[in-house]
């Protein structure tokens, strides 16, 4: 979940496009709503790399541009930054700052483009979470990450993620789908390669390691389908961990 912050002038206009967000987006949490930068001038400094901001250019006492200078100068990561205005004056200065912006929406603009912008925003910080989940859970294993197993490890871990129904039948449903976004490789190849990959990565991770985070014998064998269940399943069940924890 992305905490949201409004910085704009006409706070009126702040509510009315935060009732639609509520309604509409699920991934976005309220972290504050300002007419001015002096204001949250403390509090967006809290604001992580996930985090959103909607930044009004022509503010008070301290005006959009400062507010991204503020986030260059801190030297930590910084939030989506979507900027609006209609300041022809400011968007001349705006230009030297366009590396640390993700999109520049020209006043008066619809709620609806707002909404599909944020959407966007909100879904590819969800997925670079996830994506790090996943890179952070393999971590346990001795896998070498540079071959095109464990980026197809990957990829079945995450379209399981999404759709857990395609574990039941791997050869036709997650593996077809792997196969599909790669042109010229066959489903079969993509089958031999994972299960190649899954028994190197049993013979070179410790034992003690296997055995206790998929609950087997030292001699039963890894099969891709226990391997990418049991993955999927924790985390799962750490993903809900971390949404409730940002509640």
């Not at 997925?127 to 980026?151: C, P, Q, V």
Request: aromatic share 8%; net charge neutral; proline share 2%.
């Amino acid at each position: 979940m992305n905490k949201l912050l409004i910085l704009e002038d006409n706070l009126n206009f702040s509510r009315t496009l935060l009732n639609h967000i509520v309604e509409k987006n699920s991934k976005l949490q309220l972290y504050n709503i300002a007419i001015d930068g002096e204001e949250v001038l403390e509090k967006i400094k809290e604001l992580e790399p996930n985090d959103i901001i909607l930044l009004d250019l022509g503010l008070p006492k301290i005006n959009g541009i400062d507010i991204i200078k503020t986030f260059i100068e801190q030297g930590r990561g910084i939030p989506h930054i979507v900027v609006m205005s209609g300041n022809t004056l400011l968007m001349k200065e705006l230009k030297q700052y366009e590396d640390y912006i993700d999109v520049i929406v020209q006043k008066p603009f619809s709620i609806k483009r707002m909404l599909l912008i944020l959407d966007e925003i909100s879904n590819q910080c969800e997925k670079s979470m996830i994506a790090g989940m996943i890179k952070h859970e393999l971590e346990k294993f001795d896998f070498n990450e540079f071959t095109i197993g464990y980026r197809y490890i990957v990829e079945a871990i995450t379209y399981s993620l999404e759709d857990e129904t395609l574990l039941k039948d791997m050869k036709n449903t997650l593996y077809a789908k792997i196969a599909k976004k790669h042109k010229g490789v066959t489903i079969i190849n993509v089958k031999w390669t994972i299960e190649k990959c899954i028994r190197s990565v049993q013979h070179f991770t410790a034992t003690k390691v296997i055995t206790e985070y998929f609950d087997i014998l030292k001699e039963e064998s890894l099969t891709p389908k226990m391997f990418i269940s049991v993955v999927v399943h924790k985390l799962e069940w750490k993903y809900r961990r971390r949404k409730e924890r940002m509640l």
